[in-house]
């Protein structure tokens, strides 16, 4: 199965595992996300897609509006459309995350 690289921002990749535009699936997407030590992602938000974010590797901070979530390996962060967020590596060693999105990640529902 072949991945697409997704750049998110200079600091931030993402690599499409599972999406309907390539993998005939139709309800959700996933995706293999990877933030640098002292990096993070683009504070954004879905008008549609809700998110979970499952940690594989690392630690870190997910700013969901105003509440701050510390975050380590094995954790599980549920984020609903219109909530503003984003994910800040805080540790020593890359912050890896799958992201679920559903309905799937498409890059006009992003703001």
Do not use: W
Request: charge should be negative.
């Amino acid at each position: 199965m072949t991945s697409h690289l997704v750049i998110m921002t200079s600091s931030h990749m993402s690599r499409s595992t599972i999406h309907p535009d390539h993998h005939g699936n139709h309800n959700q997407s996933v995706a293999k996300a990877t933030v640098p030590i002292d990096s993070s992602t683009l504070h954004h938000y879905h008008k549609k897609s809700e998110e979970i974010y499952h940690i594989t590797q690392g630690r870190g901070v997910v700013s969901l509006g105003k509440e701050r979530v510390e975050v380590t390996q094995g954790d599980t962060v549920y984020i609903p459309p219109g909530i503003p967020h984003n994910a800040q590596n805080t540790g020593g060693e890359d912050l890896k995350f799958l992201c679920v999105s559903t309905p799937p990640y498409q890059h006009e529902d992003t703001f």
